[in-house]
């Protein structure tokens, strides 16, 4: 599978739209949800957590679901989960890179064509993210683009943690993956 990257942002660009996204709504939080820290999505996912365990039962008792029940800037971020979807959905359109896939070639060269196994590995991963991101009382993403905004040591440190732990979890998933073999 050959990749067309001419139709790809340059990577200046996406980054003057993330500092300018990270501004914005740390003005546009402090207005409205009286809040002084910066935006995640985390909360976004607690919120709908607690949304349906108050609607349903048994899951509104959960430490971390009522934790997020009781944040009123939850609600915000659950806007924000709206947002990314619009706004890759968008994107993707706009550049003409919309593909929807079930199993990326990348995957199946290394581990079939098994669409169970594929979502299994998903679903797997998912849960592992989302239990960290709960422990953590965070995401990852929120922790690198906020706190190496903010010339925060202990993100910066976290950051270089996270990648070196993907690199580390491809190179296991993907072993002879090199180079540009991802584009062949």
């Given at each position: 599978?050959?990749?067309?990257?001419?139709?790809?942002?340059?990577?200046?660009?996406?980054g003057?739209?993330v500092?300018?996204?990270?501004?914005?709504?740390?003005f546009?939080?402090?207005?409205?949800?009286?809040r002084?820290?910066?935006?995640?999505?985390?909360?976004?996912f607690?919120y709908i957590?607690?949304?349906?365990?108050?609607?349903f039962?048994g899951?509104?008792e959960?430490?971390?679901?009522?934790r997020?029940?009781?944040?009123?800037d939850?609600f915000?971020?659950?806007?924000i989960l709206?947002?990314?979807?619009a706004?890759?959905?968008?994107?993707s359109k706009i550049?003409g890179?919309?593909s929807?896939?079930n199993?990326?070639a990348?995957?199946?060269k290394?581990?079939g064509k098994?669409l169970v196994?594929?979502?299994?590995?998903?679903l797997?991963?998912?849960?592992?993210?989302?239990?960290?991101?709960?422990?953590?009382?965070g995401?990852?993403?929120g922790?690198i683009?906020q706190?190496w905004?903010?010339?925060?040591?202990?993100?910066?440190?976290?950051g270089?943690?996270?990648?070196?732990?993907?690199i580390?979890?491809?190179?296991?998933l993907?072993?002879?993956?090199?180079?540009?073999?991802?584009?062949?």
């Open positions: 599978m050959k990749v067309d990257n001419s139709k790809e942002w340059h990577w200046f660009t996406g003057i739209l500092s300018l996204l990270s501004v914005a709504t740390y546009i939080f402090a207005a409205i949800a009286d002084n820290y910066p935006f995640g999505i985390t909360a976004g607690g957590a607690a949304f349906f365990g108050n609607m039962g899951l509104s959960n430490p971390v679901i009522k997020f029940g009781e944040k009123p939850a915000i971020e659950f806007f709206i947002g990314l979807i706004g890759g959905y968008t994107a550049s890179t919309l929807p896939e199993i990326p990348v995957w199946e290394y581990h098994s196994k594929r979502y299994v590995f998903v797997i991963g998912s849960v592992l993210l989302g239990y960290g991101a709960a422990l953590a009382g995401c990852t993403t922790n683009l706190g905004a903010h010339l925060s040591l202990g993100s910066i440190v976290a270089i943690s996270f990648f070196a732990a993907g580390i979890t491809a190179k296991i993907y072993p002879k993956l090199g180079g540009n073999d991802a584009s062949n």
